[in-house]
């Protein structure tokens, strides 16, 4: 098969494409003929080995296909069906071994685009918006990176809960974009920021901060948030936030830090099934729409995660083979 394989931790340019041989699926797993994969920014921190993996591996934990092979002991799958997942490591390549327990079934009219480039961002959104901070109807949040791949199923699931939303973006056609999605206001990044979030909010500041940039957004996260407000750090596209001292949450308002990862917040079969079939009912249905922005060759890969690093995308990325 054709898989891109990284033999050395680096930039893009370390993803390379390769031969390498079939996979077989062992008790408990399915074969997926990838169809659509998905690119996200957990793959390009562990590249650049801010996650450490042993080397070589094969990138990639999002995807959809049809599977073409049953390990023993799967009862819930058959070969033919259509199937999505977000953590099965080794899935930019041709054909991906997935765990039967973390694979879902695709329902009908939801496309292999839109399947294999949703899961991990939309279970993301769900997450941080029923059980890392809920907002309550009229409640104002603030999310950045409002035209990403998290930021507008985010948005969009917030407004539909009637939540007011403020959202950062970096250009004309992301501002336009997450106004689509849902956001009340649409703010530039800058040093001002947090001023301008407490000007549209009465002085009082937001209720939550759905913060996936990072480095670069996590002070004017602090500054934007009214008493008792909570902070979830979820991503760091910009980097890491450095170490800072607990006592500042203290006269800052009894603040709430959390830095959530979707692994926690999908920990049994259970947990993952409502907050997948959330998603892909609410895309079934229209209710929720999402954007996949670009699609590239599997074996423009480096071109994909450049692009992407680059801030030069909006909505979902994917890979087809």
């Known amino acids: 098969m054709r898989a891109i394989?990284?033999?050395?931790?680096?930039?893009?340019?370390?993803?390379?494409?390769?031969?390498?041989?079939?996979?077989?699926?062992?008790?408990?797993?399915?074969?997926?003929?990838?169809?659509?994969?998905?690119?996200?920014?957990?793959?390009?921190?562990?590249?650049?080995?801010?996650?450490?993996?042993?080397?070589?591996?094969?990138?990639g934990?999002?995807?959809?296909?049809?599977?073409?092979?049953?390990?023993?002991?799967?009862?819930?799958?058959?070969?033919?069906?259509?199937?999505a997942w977000a953590d099965a490591p080794g899935s930019y390549a041709e054909l991906a071994v997935v765990p039967a327990a973390k694979a879902i079934g695709v329902p009908a009219g939801v496309e292999p685009a839109v399947a294999a480039s949703v899961l991990l961002k939309g279970m993301t959104a769900h997450y941080l918006l029923t059980s890392v901070y809920e907002p309550k109807v009229g409640e104002t949040v603030l999310v950045h990176a409002g035209a990403g791949g998290v930021g507008l199923i985010l948005?969009?699931?917030?407004?539909?809960?009637?939540?007011?939303?403020?959202?950062?973006?970096?250009t004309d056609e992301k501002e336009?974009?997450?106004?689509?999605?849902?956001?009340?206001?649409?703010?530039?990044?800058?040093?001002?920021?947090?001023?301008?979030?407490?000007?549209?909010?009465?002085g009082d500041g937001v209720a939550a901060v759905y913060d996936g940039v990072g480095a670069d957004t996590f002070e004017a996260s602090l500054a934007a948030l009214r008493i008792r407000g909570t902070l979830a750090l979820f991503g760091a596209a910009s980097g890491p936030v450095p170490p800072f001292d607990l006592q500042r949450l203290n006269p800052a308002g009894s603040l709430f830090?959390?830095?959530?990862?979707?692994?926690?917040?999908?920990?049994?079969?259970?947990?993952?099934?409502?907050?997948?079939?959330?998603?892909?009912?609410?895309?079934?249905?229209?209710?929720?729409?999402?954007?996949?922005?670009?699609?590239?060759?599997?074996?423009?890969?480096?071109?994909?995660?450049?692009?992407?690093?680059?801030?030069?995308?909006?909505?979902?990325i994917v890979l087809t083979p």
């Open 176 to 202: 336009t974009l997450a106004r689509e999605a849902g956001a009340t206001d649409v703010l530039r990044y800058g040093a001002d920021l947090a001023e301008r979030v407490r000007g549209l909010t009465g």
């Open 61 to 83: 934990a999002e995807g959809t296909g049809e599977v073409v092979a049953v390990g023993g002991d799967v009862t819930e799958f058959a070969e033919g069906d259509i199937v």
């Open 5 to 59: 394989q990284v033999i050395e931790i680096g930039g893009p340019e370390v993803l390379r494409s390769a031969d390498l041989p079939d996979p077989k699926p062992g008790p408990g797993d399915l074969l997926v003929r990838t169809a659509a994969i998905g690119v996200n920014f957990i793959d390009t921190y562990i590249r650049t080995g801010r996650y450490p993996v042993e080397l070589p591996y094969v990138p």
């Open 155 to 170: 948005t969009q699931l917030a407004a539909a809960r009637g939540v007011r939303v403020i959202s950062t973006v970096s």
């Open 257 to 316: 830090v959390t830095r959530p990862t979707l692994a926690h917040y999908i920990r049994d079969r259970s947990e993952l099934m409502w907050r997948a079939g959330d998603v892909l009912e609410a895309i079934a249905d229209g209710s929720l729409t999402v954007r996949v922005g670009a699609s590239y060759p599997l074996a423009e890969a480096e071109r994909a995660h450049r692009d992407l690093e680059g801030r030069r995308t909006t909505g979902s």
